[in-house]
């Protein structure tokens, strides 16, 4: 194994230069998942952390971000929702049956670039209610927050805040042209000043580079978030990406391994995408450094079932992902 390797698996802080030495094709893929592998359960364990999202105000984004169906710059096929139409009773009914299978995190997403005052202040009834309500830990995914906005957050018992940078400043305008990368920072700023966890990642296979990816994992590092969300482009036909060429999966496990080395002490989260770009090699993510998923359906595409997803992550020997009741009916049928 490099030597570079060895010296972050005993705790050593890689640099930028020290990082660009790891991704050459002549750096074996096998020896940076050994070397993520270690990090990770020297870190966190053999434990899984599991969140779920609800899509609660889908389309007519002001957005031009060009991976996006939901953006009003394209055409696609997705079923729009108004914020007004969402009934609260549904979403706690949805939250608790997520509780009930092992999810400790969940979160509202929200179309556009930021919400009116009349949606904002129905969805702080909505988080105010699964506060009371449900056992989970709350986060919001909203669009830009003003520093009122971010505090009423707190008070309504939203603990984390999540806005991705998306991919990295070298590679954005490419991305998005209708709000900047520093956009992006200041509403990330302005959630931490209120207190909120931060919650930032992006998305793989849209047409970087994997230096621009080691970019992005440096950026994340120095904004020094929470959690990473790692997401893989899903080619929507409508987008600008449509026709984009995903990475392969062993492109996918070099980025996801690259990450989990300058960010060992970061949880790496596996988002949209996975299974579309990856198939059963998904699962080899969790070896290169994924130690938390979101699970069930995402914003305009179809997720796994949720407790067949957890039964399979349970089976690769993750500790904490089969719930009481769930690792009874498996006892059971052994």
């Known amino acids: 194994m490099m030597p570079i390797l060895e010296q972050v698996i005993n705790g050593h802080i890689l640099e930028g230069d020290e990082a660009r030495l790891l991704l050459p094709d002549s750096v074996p893929l096998t020896e940076l998942i050994h070397a993520a592998r270690a990090v990770t359960r020297k870190n966190y364990g053999n434990t899984l952390e599991m969140c779920a999202i609800r899509a609660a105000k889908v389309g007519r984004c002001s957005g031009d971000c060009a991976y996006c ?113 520093d956009d992006k920072l200041n509403t990330i700023l302005i959630a931490r000043k209120a207190g909120l966890e931060i919650c930032c990642g992006g998305i793989l296979s849209m047409g970087e580079t994997l230096e621009q990816r080691m970019e992005m994992a440096f950026a994340l590092r120095d904004l020094d978030v929470d959690c990473i969300p790692i997401n893989i482009l899903n080619p929507i036909a409508g987008t600008r990406l449509e026709k984009q060429q995903l990475l392969s999966a062993d492109e996918i496990l070099r980025t996801i391994a690259i990450f989990r080395l300058i960010l060992p002490n970061k949880t790496l989260r596996f988002a949209g995408g996975r299974q579309n770009a990856m198939g059963n090699e998904e699962y080899k993510g969790y070896e290169a450094g994924i130690n938390a998923l979101m699970v069930g359906n995402f914003l305009t595409t179809d997720g796994k079932d949720v407790e067949s997803e957890i039964e399979n992550l349970a089976k690769l020997g993750y500790e904490n992902v089969l719930p009481k009741r769930l690792a009874i009916m498996s006892a059971d049928t052994r």
């Open 69 to 181: 169906s939901q953006s009003a710059y394209h055409k696609c096929d997705i079923q729009e929702t108004d914020l007004k139409d969402i009934v609260p009773d549904e979403i706690v009914a949805n939250a608790l049956r997520l509780q009930e299978v092992g999810v400790s995190r969940y979160s509202l997403v929200t179309s556009g670039e930021q919400l009116s005052e009349s949606e904002f202040e129905h969805i702080l009834k909505i988080y105010q209610r699964l506060h009371s309500e449900t056992g989970l830990k709350l986060c919001a995914s909203l669009g830009s927050l003003s520093e009122e906005r971010a505090k009423r957050l707190v008070e309504a018992g939203v603990t984390r805040y999540h806005h991705n940078i998306e991919t990295a400043r070298s590679f954005f305008s490419a991305i998005c042209t209708t709000h900047s990368y």
